[in-house]
């Protein structure tokens, strides 16, 4: 059974250019979270899908979106990059909502 | 407020020892605990969680125990060994919106 994929594994942008992150959850998963993960603010979660729905949303600024398919895939979207979103991306697919569930490796996004 | 606090930051212990990391949840409803470990370059993996309706559940050398009155969970690990040692991090979900807030982390290193 494949796991979680989240594709790219590394970006790299620049101050004010926009991001779209992508996360293929485990088949049969329909419910797809997203994390930001810093040093200093551990795992801070940005919003969370299940079929196609937003079911909840972090304290984060209206500059970070996301969206589900139908077939359960998610992106994510930033714009207007910082140098402060700079971090590891993660997201996790369960079959349930609220359970965190698998994590993909994730996606290291550098903003210079 | 939705707030999940989990205490040491750092702990070393001797192989074979044990260890134990405490959070504490701010929402009496939540009702869904999970501890995450996440080794260095790693995603982060399910490695035991508890509902709200059972007091203690082990897995091997793992152990969770749940306190609800308290607002305490915790993690148990016995006669650890090197390969333990990793980020763990815990989880509790808000009752009324079900998104998963993590704690802060702990660094467990075991010493050989």
């Known amino acids: 059974k494949a796991g979680v994929t989240q594709t790219p594994r590394y970006l790299i942008k620049t101050r004010g250019q926009q991001v779209t992150l992508s996360c293929s959850p485990i088949?049969?998963?329909?419910?797809v979270s997203w994390y930001q993960q810093t040093p200093g603010q551990g795992l801070q979660f940005l919003f969370e899908y299940f079929s196609e729905t937003q079911r909840n949303k972090g304290n984060f600024p209206g500059r970070f979106s996301g969206r589900q398919f139908s077939n359960s895939r998610s992106e994510m979207n930033v714009s207007t990059l910082e140098l402060g979103d700079s971090a590891l991306y993660l997201c996790a697919s369960s079959p349930w909502t609220g359970r965190g569930g698998t994590f993909g490796s994730g996606t290291r996004l550098t903003v210079v | 407020g939705e707030n999940v606090e989990q205490h040491p930051s750092t702990l070393s212990v001797q192989e074979g020892d044990s260890a134990v990391i405490k959070c504490t949840y701010s929402?009496?409803?939540?009702?869904?605990f999970p501890w995450y470990k996440q080794e260095l370059g790693k995603r982060p993996q399910l490695i035991i969680d508890?509902?709200?309706?059972?007091g203690e559940k082990k897995d091997q050398r793992i152990a969770v125990t749940l306190n609800k009155t308290a607002k305490h969970f915790s993690l148990h690990i016995t006669e650890t060994q090197p390969e333990d040692s990793a980020v763990y991090f815990c989880a509790a979900p808000t009752s009324n919106t079900g998104k998963l807030i993590f704690g802060q982390g702990t660094t467990l290193q075991v010493k050989p």
């Open positions: 929402d009496s409803a939540s009702n869904y």
């Open positions: 088949s049969g998963h329909r419910s």
């Open positions: 508890i509902r709200s309706n059972v």
